[in-house]
Nanobody, 123 residues
Framework: QIQLMESGGGSVQAGESLTLSCTAS????????MAWFRRPPGKEREGVAA???????TYADSVKGRFTISRDNAKNVLYLQMNNLKPEDTAMYYC?????????????????WGQGTQVTVSS
C-alpha cells in the first residue's frame, strides 16, 4: 500500500513563496507518475500540476508561471514550489500518485493520496 505524506504548508502573505514536499513509502517517484491537487475552502478539488516519469509536466492555467512541480529521485521526494502566492491559492494541498491516466489533472484517475497540507494566503 502506497502511503503519501505532504508537508510544508503554512500561512503567508500574498506575493510570498512556499515549497510543499511529498514523501512516499513503497513508491518510487523516479519510476512513477504523480501530481499535486488542491481543495479551496467550499470548492471542489482541482488539479494543480502533474509529472510523469520522463519529467514532462503539466499545470493548471491558474498556476502556470508561478508553480513548479519537481522531484528529487535520490530522496524520493516530490515538490511543489509556489511563488507569487495569491489569496485564491488558499487551499488544502494534496499529492497523489499512480494515476491510471498519466499526466491527468483529474483526481478521478489517481489511486493514492496523501492527507494534505494547508496553505493560507492572506492579502
Amino acid at each position: 500500500q502506497i502511503q503519501l505524506m505532504e508537508s510544508g504548508g503554512g500561512s503567508v502573505q500574498a506575493g510570498e513563496s512556499l515549497t510543499l514536499s511529498c514523501t512516499a513509502s513503497d513508491y518510487s517517484f523516479s519510476s512513477g507518475r504523480m501530481a499535486w491537487f488542491r481543495r479551496p475552502p467550499g470548492k471542489e478539488r482541482e488539479g494543480v500540476a502533474a509529472m510523469v516519469k520522463d519529467g514532462d509536466t503539466t499545470y493548471a492555467d491558474s498556476v502556470k508561471g508561478r508553480f513548479t512541480i519537481s522531484r528529487d529521485n535520490a530522496k524520493n521526494v516530490l515538490y511543489l514550489q509556489m511563488n507569487n502566492l495569491k489569496p485564491e491559492d488558499t487551499a488544502m494541498y494534496y499529492c497523489a500518485a499512480d494515476p491510471r491516466r498519466p499526466m491527468s489533472l483529474d483526481g478521478f484517475w489517481y489511486n493514492f493520496w496523501g492527507q494534505g497540507t494547508q496553505v493560507t494566503v492572506s492579502s
